[in-house]
T-cell receptor
């Protein structure tokens, strides 16, 4: 079955450390997105990509970086510049940017220790 | 003012009742509207999408859109305990790279 795989499910980061969250999809979707969710809040957009080798900043891109070298993959790096990274990170995709709903991965829960 | 606002909740209804969830949005250029269900500790799941004014029904779910009032709602008929979750409203402005803006969600509890 097609879907989005996020790994790891849980991640612990030490102060000053960069960590990378994986997102892989086999839905043949062009557009991919990274959102962050804090407790009791909605989703906030970090980065998005409409096509391979192209990506754009979302509303809260500071302290994060991404790459899109393959259609299937859109990894997110949380850098040491992100001062409050503890959150639930969600990767999503949609078949194109014409206004369709998302398919989400199962998420990565990141905690700073 | 937030771009997408939902009733803060929590909302509690008895089993078998109709649950009504509401959402307003600020951008009149919005064209695509979605409801996602999110169980505690899990990722959101798309349950309804609506693009034109009126009602759209899918099983026990009905989405209602009123662009003039900038209002979208979700009705859940014959509510079941398994419907207990947080419901997120999301909006896309035009063809804005498919970027969705989400409300903070309304938590629904269906009591047996």
């Amino acid at each position: 079955d097609g879907g989005i795989t996020q790994s790891p499910k849980y991640l612990f980061r030490k102060e000053g450390q960069n960590v990378t969250l994986s997102c892989e999809q086999n839905l043949n979707h062009d557009a991919m997105y990274w959102y962050r969710q804090d407790p009791g809040q909605g989703l906030r957009l970090i980065y998005y990509s409409q096509i391979v080798n192209d990506f754009q900043k979302g509303d809260i891109a500071e302290g994060y970086s991404v790459s899109r070298e393959k259609k299937e993959s859109f990894p997110l790096t949380v850098t040491s510049a992100q001062k409050n990274p503890t959150a639930f990170y969600l990767c999503a995709s949609t078949r194109d940017t014409a206004g369709y709903g998302y398919t989400f991965g199962s998420g990565t829960r990141l905690t700073v220790v | 003012q937030k771009e997408v606002e939902q009733n803060s909740g929590p909302l509690s209804v008895p089993e078998g009742a109709i649950a009504s969830l509401n959402c307003t949005y600020s951008d009149r250029g919005s064209q695509s509207f979605f409801w996602y269900r999110q169980y505690s500790g899990k990722s959101p799941e798309l349950i309804m999408s609506i693009y034109s004014n009126g009602d759209k029904e899918d099983g026990r779910f009905t989405a209602q859109l009123n662009k003039a009032s900038q209002y979208v709602s979700l009705l859940i008929r014959d509510s079941q305990p398994s419907d207990s979750a947080t419901y997120l409203c999301a909006v896309i402005r035009g063809t804005n790279a498919g970027k969705s803006t989400f409300g903070d969600g309304t938590t629904l509890t269906v009591k047996p």
